[in-house]
């Protein structure tokens, strides 16, 4: 196993771009708070794409640990409404 660059507890910011749907972002905040049960929804920043056929969710969460951020990144992956997770 790597050594993590980042030194943990930190604010972290996870960005999951998907297609505009009903529930889409209740969804995606649902799924955050499984893996950061702390997190507030009101540090989820959301931005619809120029045409709105996407939508850009920012969460910024309070990551305490790299096991903690890949298991979040998978599960976001995981979603069928999912198009990227940076």
């Known amino acids: 196993m790597t050594q ?3 030194e943990f ?3 972290f910011p996870v960005k ?3 297609r505009t749907q009903p529930g889409f972002a209740q969804e995606i905040l649902e799924l955050v708070l499984q ?3 702390d997190f507030e929804s009101s540090q989820m920043h959301m931005r619809p794409s ?3 056929k996407y939508l850009s969710l920012t969460c910024t969460l309070r ?5 903690q951020l890949d298991a979040l990144y998978q599960a976001l ?3 069928p409404g ?4 940076l």
């Open 50 to 52: 120029r045409e709105g």
């Open 63 to 67: 990551a305490t640990s790299q096991a």
């Open 82 to 85: 999912v198009v990227m997770v």
């Open 35 to 37: 893996y950061a049960p």
């Open 16 to 18: 999951v771009l998907g």
């Open 4 to 6: 993590s660059l980042l």
């Open 77 to 79: 992956t995981r979603h």
């Open 9 to 11: 507890p930190l604010d």
